[in-house]
C-alpha cells in the first residue's frame, strides 16, 4: 500500500511532500533544541568591571580568549604582531609573577614564531587552555550561562533521527525507481544527501557557541551596558596622541566582550586587520 502510494506520486508532487518532511525534521530539530536549553530567561546583575577571560569564553568561546590573550600579551610587550600574519615573542625578560597560566602556555607556542592561524589550529594548545580555563567553566556553569552536555545529547539524537526519516522517505522512492527500471534517481540523490547535510548544519548552528539561552542574553545585557564605555575607551585611542594601552588591565574585558574588530579605524586597527578572516572556533 505504502509503495503504490510511493510508486503513483508524480515527481511535482513527491518533491512538495519532500520539502515538507524536510522543513518538518528541520523544524522539530530546531524546537528539540531549544526546549532542550533550560537555562531560563533570568538576568544577571552586571559587575563593574567582568573578568576578561570568563567575558571572552562566554562570548566568543576558547578562540575569543586566545584572542584576548593575544592582545593582552602584545599591550604588556611580551609578543608582537611580525610580518607575515606572525606572532613573534618580544621581550623574554618576565617574571612568573607578571603572567599567568593561560599566558604561559600561549607563549610556548608563540616562541616558534607561528602564523595566526596555527596557532588556532593546534589541537594541543587547544585542549591544554580548555583545561585550564575549568575555573571559568565552572564559574559561569553554576549561574547556566553554558549550553548544557543535556543540550548537545539531544541534538545528536535529533540529527539521527531526522536524517533516517529523510534517508527512509527519500530512499523508499528512489528503491521503487530503481525496480521500475528508472537509473536515473541522481538528483533524487543529491536531494536526500543535502537535506541530511542541512539536518547536521541547523543542529551545528543552534549549539555552536558555548553559551546557554541565558548566557547569550546576558552578553547582549552587557554589550549593551558597557556601550557608552566601550565608546569612551575607542576614543581614546583614536585620536593623536593617544593613550596607550587602553584596553588592558581594567579594561581588557571589553576586548573579549566585543572582540578585535571593534579596532577598526583605530590606532590598534592591525590587530583587526591581522585577526580578519582568521578561522577559530567558537563552540569549545
Given at each position: 500500500?505504502?509503495?503504490?502510494?510511493?510508486?503513483?506520486?508524480?515527481?511535482?508532487?513527491?518533491?512538495?511532500?519532500?520539502?515538507?518532511?524536510?522543513?518538518?525534521?528541520?523544524?522539530?530539530?530546531?524546537?528539540?533544541?531549544?526546549?532542550?536549553?533550560?537555562?531560563?530567561?533570568?538576568?544577571?546583575?552586571?559587575?563593574?568591571?567582568?573578568?576578561?577571560?570568563?567575558?571572552?569564553?562566554?562570548?566568543?568561546?576558547?578562540?575569543?580568549?586566545?584572542?584576548?590573550?593575544?592582545?593582552?600579551?602584545?599591550?604588556?610587550?611580551?609578543?608582537?604582531?611580525?610580518?607575515?600574519?606572525?606572532?613573534?615573542?618580544?621581550?623574554?625578560?618576565?617574571?612568573?609573577?607578571?603572567?599567568?597560566?593561560?599566558?604561559?602556555?600561549?607563549?610556548?607556542?608563540?616562541?616558534?614564531?607561528?602564523?595566526?592561524?596555527?596557532?588556532?589550529?593546534?589541537?594541543?594548545?587547544?585542549?591544554?587552555?580548555?583545561?585550564?580555563?575549568?575555573?571559568?567553566?565552572?564559574?559561569?556553569?553554576?549561574?547556566?550561562?553554558?549550553?548544557?552536555?543535556?543540550?548537545?545529547?539531544?541534538?545528536?539524537?535529533?540529527?539521527?533521527?531526522?536524517?533516517?526519516?529523510?534517508?527512509?522517505?527519500?530512499?523508499?522512492?528512489?528503491?521503487?525507481?530503481?525496480?521500475?527500471?528508472?537509473?536515473?534517481?541522481?538528483?533524487?540523490?543529491?536531494?536526500?544527501?543535502?537535506?541530511?547535510?542541512?539536518?547536521?548544519?541547523?543542529?551545528?548552528?543552534?549549539?555552536?557557541?558555548?553559551?546557554?539561552?541565558?548566557?547569550?542574553?546576558?552578553?547582549?545585557?552587557?554589550?549593551?551596558?558597557?556601550?557608552?564605555?566601550?565608546?569612551?575607551?575607542?576614543?581614546?585611542?583614536?585620536?593623536?596622541?593617544?593613550?596607550?594601552?587602553?584596553?588592558?588591565?581594567a579594561a581588557l574585558y571589553l576586548i573579549g566582550l566585543y572582540g578585535l574588530s571593534i579596532l577598526k579605524g583605530t590606532t590598534e586597527a592591525k590587530f583587526a586587520e591581522a585577526f580578519d578572516g582568521v578561522a577559530g572556533d567558537g563552540d569549545e
Amino acid at each position: 500500500m505504502l509503495e503504490d502510494i510511493f510508486f503513483n506520486l508524480s515527481a511535482v508532487d513527491f518533491l512538495n511532500i519532500f520539502g515538507l518532511v524536510v522543513l518538518g525534521v528541520l523544524s522539530l530539530i530546531y524546537f528539540a533544541i531549544f526546549f532542550a536549553d533550560r537555562s531560563g530567561r533570568a538576568p544577571l546583575p552586571i559587575p563593574d568591571t567582568p573578568d576578561p577571560m570568563e567575558t571572552a569564553y562566554l562570548s566568543g568561546g576558547l578562540s575569543q580568549v586566545i584572542r584576548t590573550l593575544i592582545y593582552d600579551l602584545d599591550e604588556r610587550g611580551f609578543v608582537l604582531l611580525a610580518n607575515e600574519g606572525r606572532i613573534k615573542i618580544a621581550n623574554e625578560l618576565f617574571k612568573s609573577d607578571q603572567i599567568g597560566e593561560l599566558e604561559r602556555r600561549l607563549l610556548e607556542k608563540i616562541r616558534t614564531s607561528p602564523k595566526i592561524q596555527e596557532i588556532f589550529d593546534d589541537r594541543a594548545l587547544r585542549d591544554d587552555l580548555h583545561r585550564l580555563l575549568t575555573p571559568v567553566r565552572a564559574r559561569l556553569g553554576l549561574e547556566n550561562l553554558l549550553l548544557s552536555p543535556g543540550v548537545l545529547n539531544v541534538r545528536r539524537v535529533a540529527e539521527i533521527l531526522g536524517a533516517l526519516t529523510i534517508l527512509f522517505f527519500g530512499g523508499v522512492k528512489a528503491k521503487l525507481l530503481l525496480d521500475a527500471g528508472q537509473s536515473n534517481i541522481s538528483y533524487l540523490l543529491f536531494l536526500i544527501i543535502a537535506s541530511i547535510a542541512s539536518v547536521y548544519a541547523l543542529g551545528y548552528v543552534l549549539t555552536r557557541n558555548v553559551a546557554s539561552r541565558r548566557g547569550r542574553l546576558h552578553i547582549e545585557a552587557m554589550r549593551g551596558h558597557f556601550a557608552d564605555r566601550l565608546e569612551a575607551t575607542i576614543a581614546q585611542i583614536r585620536s593623536p596622541g593617544p593613550m596607550a594601552r587602553a584596553f588592558s588591565g581594567a579594561a581588557l574585558y571589553l576586548i573579549g566582550l566585543y572582540g578585535l574588530s571593534i579596532l577598526k579605524g583605530t590606532t590598534e586597527a592591525k590587530f583587526a586587520e591581522a585577526f580578519d578572516g582568521v578561522a577559530g572556533d567558537g563552540d569549545e
